[in-house]
């Protein structure tokens, strides 16, 4: 989003940015309810559709917290 903005030199309005900072929030609440932790949050990991809604993009380092570890006895 960030990255977007700057290359095409694109001025926001407060409540545009308000706007886009609720979406990432939305996006982050979904994922964590999910148990989907992301670990690289960042301007480069956020796109902009072309409907102009948040997405929250690389999952590579992410991990779910909801992961039950077993133990076994050998």
Same mark, same amino acid.
């Given at each position: 989003? @960030?990255?977007? =903005? $700057?290359? !095409? $030199?694109?001025?926001?309005?407060?409540?545009?940015?308000? $706007?886009?900072?609720? !979406? @990432?929030? %939305?996006? =982050?609440?979904?994922?964590?309810?999910?148990?989907? @932790?992301?670990?690289?949050? &960042?301007?480069? !990991?956020?796109?902009?559709?072309?409907?102009?809604?948040? &997405?929250? %993009?690389?999952?590579?380092?992410?991990?779910?917290? $909801?992961?039950?570890?077993?133990?076994?006895? @050998?």
């Amino acid at each position: 989003v @960030i990255v977007h =903005l $700057r290359e !095409n $030199r694109m001025v926001l309005q407060t409540g545009e940015v308000w $706007r886009l900072v609720a !979406n @990432i929030a %939305a996006g =982050l609440m979904h994922i964590h309810a999910l148990g989907v @932790i992301h670990m690289d949050l &960042k301007p480069d !990991n956020l796109l902009l559709d072309s409907g102009g809604m948040v &997405k929250i %993009a690389d999952f590579g380092l992410s991990f779910s917290s $909801r992961l039950e570890v077993m133990t076994v006895a @050998i």
